[in-house]
């Protein structure tokens, strides 16, 4: 999951040096933002069944 995160990112930061305004930055930065989500969720549920 991690490992997606970074390259999500990477992803991002590619797009919005090309073109900030793009669409494809906004649907990077949603994919980014659901596997952020994800990871929190996954790590809320380590936490509260340790």
Known sequence: ???KIEALRL???EAYQKDPDSKEVLIISQSL?????QLDNLLG???SSS
Do not use: I, Q, T, V
Request: proline fraction near 0%; charged fraction near 45%; aromatic fraction near 8%.
């Open 33 to 37: 933002d659901r596997a952020l989500n």
């Open 1 to 3: 999951m991690e490992n």
């Open 45 to 47: 549920k380590s936490k």
């Open 11 to 13: 992803k991002l930061y």
